[in-house]
């Protein structure tokens, strides 16, 4: 017999591919991004902003998104510290 509660709840792995795809959506919409900014930044300013604005909230969606998949990893604290710190190192 399965567990009634847990068969309508996402599994971890599933919560961390959907986060995942998330995260590439939105890097792809920003690497799109970059080739209308320099478009628009020629034509109008005021469109430049605009875009500029736009690709902001999509970094910070993916900052949003990075920090909650790495609750879902399996690796302890001290070692996901420890990746967190060799990715940007003290000044």
Excluded: C, W, Y
């Excluded at 017999?1 to 920003?30: C, F, H, I, Y």
């Amino acid at each position: 017999m399965t567990k009634g509660p847990e068969v309508n709840q996402p599994t971890d792995q599933e919560k961390l591919a959907s986060l995942r795809q998330k995260l590439a959506d939105v890097s792809g919409k920003m690497q799109a991004l970059s080739t209308e900014e320099q478009m628009a930044a020629e034509k109008d300013p005021k469109e430049f902003a605009n875009l500029f604005q736009t690709q902001t909230d999509l970094q910070a969606a993916i900052k949003d998104l990075q920090e909650s998949i790495k609750p879902a990893s399996k690796s302890g604290d001290v070692s996901q510290h420890t990746r967190d710190s060799s990715r940007n190192p003290p000044r």
